[in-house]
């Protein structure tokens, strides 16, 4: 008799790249709960929710610089707010330009010192880029990070997929549908996605995505992948 062939492949479960997120700092600095608290394992976020704040590590002699410049425009605007005060005072006798620069000069004064100022204490509040569930956190109150470290990761459980590796090319071109199961047993539907053109330790890349996730699937979770190939055996 004539049967489809079947190949057993080794998968595992990964996020959906469309809505998974990883969180990361643009500065270094020291982590602090923001809003009283943050964020942990198994906590569900909403996109743009709060989840840490990262405030600039500053060492004495930066912020003796800073503190410096301060008093520095702190010293220019008090000169350009007399010298606003003299010209207005001589509104009429002295050209209207010479006032508005005067008044210029002052406002961008204002403008460097309250941009400064914020340097000092201010920090980066990181934000949920997606909605989900926070898979990974990397942090702890007080820990200093450096930027770009990843230090959360955000997954949605209702969007997972099955990343494969198939060393047979057959398999790859061939295929004609797929099933899974999980190590507990539990049947998992899935479709096909799409293939890697780059082999990966010498084998194809194969992803499916999850129709309607069981409960007990996590991230990084083994699953045996059934392909079926258009090829026929006889048997």
């Known amino acids: 008799t004539q049967s489809a062939r ?12 469309a809505t998974a997120g990883r969180v990361q700092s643009t500065q270094s600095g020291r982590v602090q709960p923001s809003g009283g608290d943050l964020a942990h394992v198994g906590q569900a ?15 004495g002699v930066e912020r003796g610089g800073l503190q410096a410049q301060i008093a520095e425009l702190d010293a220019q605007i008090r000169i350009a ?29 204002q403008a460097r010192r309250a941009a400064l100022s914020p340097t000092l204490v201010q920090g980066e509040v990181l934000r949920a880029p997606v909605s989900g569930v926070v898979s990974v956190a990397n ?35 061939q295929m004609t549908s797929a099933s899974a199961r999980a190590t507990d047993g539990t049947p998992i539907k899935v479709g096909f996605v799409g293939r890697g053109l780059s082999l990966r330790q010498g084998a194809v890349p194969l992803q499916f995505r999850i129709e309607n996730p069981p409960t007990s699937l996590s991230v990084g979770s083994p699953v045996t992948l059934i392909a079926n190939v258009a090829t026929q055996e006889t048997g």
């Open 6 to 17: 079947t190949v057993q492949l080794i998968g595992q479960v990964i996020a959906d790249p």
């Open 45 to 59: 976020v909403q996109k743009g929710d709060a989840l840490a704040v990262v405030v600039p590590v500053i060492t």
């Open 81 to 109: 707010q007399q010298k606003v005060t003299r010209l207005n005072a001589l509104a009429g006798s002295v050209a209207g330009k010479e006032i508005d620069d005067a008044r210029s000069e002052l406002a961008g004064a």
């Open 139 to 173: 942090v702890t109150t007080g820990q200093v990070v450096e930027s770009k470290d990843v230090l959360f990761e955000i997954v949605d459980p209702k969007r997972l997929w099955i990343e494969a590796l198939a060393f047979d090319p057959a398999v790859a071109s």
